[in-house]
């Protein structure tokens, strides 16, 4: 098999040939029984899988689908959307609002010049946290 | 009286722009059978692919101003319907990692596919070539629907994968050698499928 041959093979695979090209592709299968037992494989497995694929794609397409969905587009949306909607809109807000707070106390409480107990963590510093442990909360004075 | 030629894509693209929903109607039952089928390749049957279709037209329609023509709109609905179907595979797996084995899953799949085909033997070789493509993870299920089933070309299947088209070769070639390994004891290779 030529160069030129076994380039028109491996394209025929990939892409329609032109006129010319599929002309040669006839003749290159007549002459050679490898190159046609291979095209045949490659095309039988092609043609097989295609089959059975566009088969169950024509048969999954659902009654009344494209109605179905331009009534979906067209439909107006429902005061229940509306009101998730609406819901959405305020959460972002109050969450985004409630990070900036928040923020802004750890910033002041991290570094206001009040004297902090050497006990205290950093956690209990940023949110300003009355220290917590169990001598603080019993007020012993142990030795 | 003779029928007037449908009108093409690109009018009915135009008029769906301007909010003729007929128009674009008229576009969904034109390409309906396409999404389906690659929808299909890729979830099999089941009732996640009416809703994984009917998301690839409501993308397009919400998607109508930035559609320039560039592809048709028959490529730019199986990218669409590919991008989704992996997502639907995606959160398939997460679902199915938490809850259930795929076993079951695939089971389900295949057992509600074979009671809607009459005939048995038909539909047993239809069975195999599904369980084959099942067991091709979905990089290579996504090649070998747009250049097995949808008839892309090798360079339309990279540049609607988004990936170089040495990629898709190699791809191709894994999910064929899976193939024919899977169908390898029943499908006759010299001739027609047994």
Do not use: C
């Amino acid at each position: 098999m030529t160069e030129r041959e076994r380039s028109i093979l491996l394209r025929s695979f990939d892409a329609p040939l032109s006129e010319s090209d599929a002309a040669a592709l006839k003749q290159i299968l007549a002459g050679s029984e490898g190159a046609r037992f291979e095209y045949e494989r490659v095309q039988h497995l092609r043609a097989a899988t295609r089959e059975v694929l566009q088969l169950d794609g024509q048969e999954a397409v659902t009654p009344f689908f494209a109605e179905r969905l331009t009534r979906r587009l067209t439909r107006p949306a429902s005061p229940r959307e509306d009101f998730s909607d609406a819901l959405m809109w305020l959460f972002q807000r109050v969450a985004i609002a409630a990070l900036l707070i928040t923020f802004g106390l750890v910033t002041y409480n991290l570094i206001s010049p009040l004297p902090l107990p050497q006990s205290q963590n950093p956690i209990e510093t940023a949110f300003s946290i009355p220290p917590s442990s169990p001598d603080l909360a019993y007020d012993l004075d142990l030795p | 009286m003779q029928k007037s030629a449908p009108p093409p894509d690109d009018e009915l693209v135009a008029r769906a722009r301007k909010g003729d929903v007929a128009a674009f109607r008229l576009l969904v039952e034109r390409y309906e059978g396409r999404v389906f089928t690659t929808v299909v390749g890729m979830l099999g049957r089941g009732d996640e692919v009416d809703d994984v279709a009917q998301e690839t037209f409501i993308r397009f329609y919400e998607t109508l101003e930035r559609f320039r023509g560039e592809a048709s709109v028959g490529t730019y609905l199986t990218r669409i319907a590919m991008n989704l179907s992996l997502n639907a595979i995606k959160r398939r797996k997460r679902w199915t990692a938490r809850f259930l084995s795929t076993e079951f899953i695939i089971g389900t799949r295949h057992e509600a596919a074979v009671d809607s085909i009459p005939g048995a033997e038909q539909s047993e070789q239809r069975e195999r070539i599904r369980k084959a493509v099942d067991t091709l993870e979905p990089k290579l299920r996504a090649v070998v629907v747009l250049r097995m089933v949808d008839e892309y070309s090798t360079r339309e299947t990279a540049d609607i994968l988004g990936v170089p088209l040495g990629t898709v070769l190699s791809r191709l070639s894994r999910a064929q050698a899976k193939l024919r390994k899977v169908l390898g004891p029943y499908y006759n290779e010299s001739n027609a499928p047994i």
